[in-house]
């Protein structure tokens, strides 16, 4: 390909198959109403020091992934697309990371580019770049700081290393103010070993200090703000959020040690094959400064989450650019050498994979239909499908002239499937178009209830409205109920006719309310003269103003 439209193309590739698909689903629960609502209400309020969650203190994460997510809907306003384009440009942003270090690390144009597209083709990080959550900002930063570290040590000038250093403070900084301590943690796990087994401890002492003062700088004003404003923030962010959650023996999401290496496999989707062969070939050229260097960034992460009690599949998404590298490397030395058995294999586990899931959407489709009466949904999800077994084929038929034909059939898969999904899914895990539907008559509500923190945040985000009642609900908001000037915000399960009575008195209730089973004793403990919605698992009730 003439290298003019290298880049043209991939800018359409990442508004095609990234940004368009992100207004084609609403809002998943937990993660994506609860980010919106939070950064809306930064909006609202003007208060950019501390994270509230439905007007409620949340000290789980810093701020500056709020403030990129408050400023995408600044910009673009309160909706799908203004929620999730920080995520979609932060994956962006690694993107070009990629393609930058490889080019540093092998003056190659082909390199460069095949490391781009492998990255840019992972399914793992198409699907996270039109999810509004804050992991796709954390794994830019750290990708950041570990870019700018090599480059440091790459530099042959002390003015260009001076200039990296800095770099990787302020990655380190926004990081830090994106997810935590882990944002200055990793770069020191990378570079102490890497700067020992080279001898040059006394470069990383004299240079790392600039990274460490620009991060405090960085970070400093933030961190005193909040701690005037919430004098508890850093004893629940530190101690339940780091130390509880990676060593304490009740750890949220505990798994195993070995929990991430089948993950790192599923990750390497579309291209597993090639991760035993890049593994082996880096590990035969460890000794080269460059290839220790991706080694150490890919195992060191990988090592130190598996040692933690509390393991989610997010944490090791900073390990994926220099597993991209490794294989782009491997991959391109193949090609040159005109050796296609491994990409063979390769498209063979695709077309095996698009085959089994093919045949299981048939099989239930048939036996117990996953969609009913939803034939553009159903003809969305098969198109996926199909398009990833014929992009494989040709791999497999072509595997030197069309080797990144999978690159396409992740794009077109990631960026269906979301809207392909029965509505048994749809309707259950992104209520904000549920109440986006009856919008008009919640907007007459003067007072809001919800049983669901996931519904609530929905609605509370649609409605512009933070004060939304929790009704027999606590959940993650236990730490911020504890507050005497937010107590009132929990309706118990004994409380609410009593709840109830108040607020008809003020006008008309809008409940939104997720039903489990056959269980309505939740919705018997209301006044019986409502009128109701329902969609999937989710009801709204529209109570009418008591007449005096």
Known sequence: MSRRWILPLLLLAFGLFYL????????????????????????????????????????EKPVAGYWMIALGQALFGDNLFGVRVASALSTGLSIVLTYLIARRLWSDPRKSLTCALLYMSLCVVVGQGGYANLDPQFTFWVNLSLVALWLAFDSQTPR????????????????????????????????????????????????????????????????????AQEPDFWNFFFWHEHIRRFAGADAQHSEPWWYYLPLLLAFSLPWVALLPVALRQAWQNRRQASIGFLLLWLLLPLAFFSLAKGKLPSYIFPCLLPLALLMGDALVDRLRN???????????????????VLLALVYFQIKKPLYNNEPEHLALVSVAVIGWLLCNALQALRPLRLWAAPVLGS?????????????????NKTPDQFINDHLQELSQSTRLLSNDLGAASALAWRLNR????????????????????????????????????EARQQGQVGVV?????????????????????????????IFPKSQP
Request: charged share 15%; proline share 6%.
């Open 20 to 59: 368009l698909p992100m207004t084609s689903h609403g809002l998943w629960i937990p993660d994506e109403t609860r980010y919106a609502q939070i950064s809306q209400e930064m909006l609202l309020t003007g208060n950019w020091a501390s994270p509230h969650f439905m007007g409620i203190r949340y000290f």
């Open 160 to 227: 260009a290393r001076l200039g990296y250093w800095a770099l990787t403070g302020l990655a380190c900084g926004m990081g830090f103010m994106t997810k935590g301590f882990l944002a200055w943690l990793l770069p020191v796990l990378i570079a102490l070993p890497y700067m020992a087994w080279q001898k040059r401890l006394r470069e990383l002492l004299t240079y790392g200090g600039v990274a460490v003062v620009v991060a405090v700088l960085v970070s400093l004003p933030w961190a005193l703000a909040v701690h």
């Open 338 to 356: 005109r050796q296609t058995r491994v990409i063979r294999i390769n498209a063979a586990l695709n077309l095996a994979l698009g085959g089994l």
């Open 411 to 427: 794009w077109l898969f990631v960026a269906l499937l979301p809207a392909g999904l029965p509505n048994s899914v749809v309707y």
């Open 466 to 501: 933070p004060d939304v009642a929790l009704y027999n609900t606590v959940g993650e908001v236990k730490y911020g109920l504890a507050y005497p000037d937010t107590l009132h915000r929990r309706v118990d399960f004994l409380k609410v006719p009593q709840w109830m009575s």
């Open 513 to 541: 309310m997720r039903i489990n089973g056959q269980e309505h004793y939740e919705i018997d403990m209301l006044p019986q003269d409502f009128k109701r919605y329902d969609q999937g698992n989710l009801v709204i009730l």
